[in-house]
């Protein structure tokens, strides 16, 4: 066995349908008594629910959380919490709603409790972005990662299946990635399996007409995601990330759609140079490949599988191959101009790996 390092971080985790009515006393518990409740404009009808549940315990809700947190935003939340004195945030969301407690955390230090309604799994990170000037900077800082995140299976009923499907993917990404990261250690490597096996699971049943099928296949996404979250905020990601990074920052495709495109190209890149992960991904979806079987998977539960479809430009593709190039990161496999190009290409065209 390869020595290898564990870093455990002391994070309290709620799982189950329904979990939501406990949050007053989640709030309790980390000794607080004045919360600012986080959200989306989208999202205001479950951050007014959950500050009715809080009752005097809440003090206001800010209902502009925006994709990649912009500054303006972020800057614009801390000075309400502040001004209200706050001793708490709720974010209620996706990722976009929790990076925005998470800017808020930075800088104040302030407990967090986050409540995940997708599957991109930010709650089990110490990963922060802020987008300045177009620019989006990423950071790692502890004091970001939610002190208690509140998993209620009955608030992901409302991501429609479309949506849940590519943020389960995206969720996968992160399980798959970190089984061939140079820092992983066994019990990353357990959790990502666990991972990949509930999406295995989830995605074929999401779009289900039988509501017992939905209900279970639901339950299983969000407790994937968690697990998949602990793989993404144990380990360093790779070629797959990094390349989802350039295309989301650099030409504004949508995050989980383009993690969904890009995951079976990534993989089938670094197949043969990771082969102990690749047998690992492809035994916890019960397929015989794991490029092919990720792409099947994902197809089958209706996602798109060309980046042409989710509005990238045939004429960028040199353009993203030169950014992924430029930056340096760990990856099974060197960084190969050509093979990256044609994997971009492959994304593009969304056809099945070979
Ligand atoms: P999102 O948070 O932007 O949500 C997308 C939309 O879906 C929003 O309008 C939201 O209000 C809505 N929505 C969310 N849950 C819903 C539900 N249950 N029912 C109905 N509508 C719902 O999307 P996301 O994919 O969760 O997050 C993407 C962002 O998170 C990106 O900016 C990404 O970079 C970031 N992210 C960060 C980390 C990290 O570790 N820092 C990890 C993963 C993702």
């Known amino acids: ?16 349908s329904g979990t939501l009515q406990r949050l007053g006393k989640e709030v309790a518990a980390l000794g607080a008594s004045r919360a600012i409740v986080l959200s989306t404009p989208g999202q205001r009808a479950e951050a007014e629910r959950v500050a009715t549940l809080l009752g005097a315990r809440c003090v206001g809700i800010f209902d502009r959380a925006e994709m990649h947190v912009p500054i303006e935003v972020a800057r614009e939340a801390r000075e309400l919490a502040a001004k209200l004195g706050v001793d708490c945030a709720v974010a209620v969301g996706g990722g976009s709603t929790i990076g925005l407690g998470k800017a808020i955390a930075l800088e104040s230090a302030l407990p967090f409790i986050a409540i995940p309604t997708t599957y991109a799994g930010s709650e089990m990170t110490s990963i922060y972005g802020i987008t300045e000037t177009g620019l989006k900077k990423t950071g790692l800082d502890a004091r970001v990662r939610p002190r208690t995140v509140l998993y209620d299976v009955d608030l992901t009923l409302s991501l429609p299946v479309a949506t849940s499907v590519t943020s389960g993917m995206n969720a996968l990404a992160h399980a798959a ?3 061939y990261a140079a820092d992983t250690n066994p019990v990353i490597d357990l959790i990502a399996q666990e991972g990949i096996a509930a999406f295995g699971r989830a995605l074929p049943a999401l779009g289900s007409a039988d509501p017992a099928r939905i209900d279970a296949a639901r339950a299983e996404a969000l407790y994937g995601a968690w697990l998949c979250g602990t793989a993404l905020g144990a380990v360093g990601m790779g070629l797959h990330h990094k390349l989802c990074h350039t295309l989301g920052g650099s030409f504004n495709l949508p995050h989980a759609e383009t993690h969904t495109i890009v995951l079976p190209h990534a993989l089938a ?12 991904t492809a ?3 019960g397929r015989g490949d794991a490029p092919q079987g990720v792409f099947d998977i994902a197809q089958g539960a209706g996602a798109r599988m060309a980046l042409r479809d989710i509005g990238m430009r045939s004429a960028d593709l040199d353009r993203a191959c030169e950014i992924a190039m430029q930056n340096r990161y760990p990856n099974p496999r060197p960084l190969e101009a050509r093979a990256i190009r044609q994997l971009l290409q492959d994304a593009f065209d969304g056809v099945r790996p070979a």
């Open 269 to 280: 890149y670094n197949a043969k140079a990771a082969p102990t992960a690749m047998a690992r």
């Open 1 to 16: 066995m390869k020595d290898f390092v564990y870093t455990g971080h002391a994070q309290r985790v709620v799982f189950g």
């Open 283 to 285: 035994q916890a979806l």
């Open 177 to 179: 990635e970190s089984l």
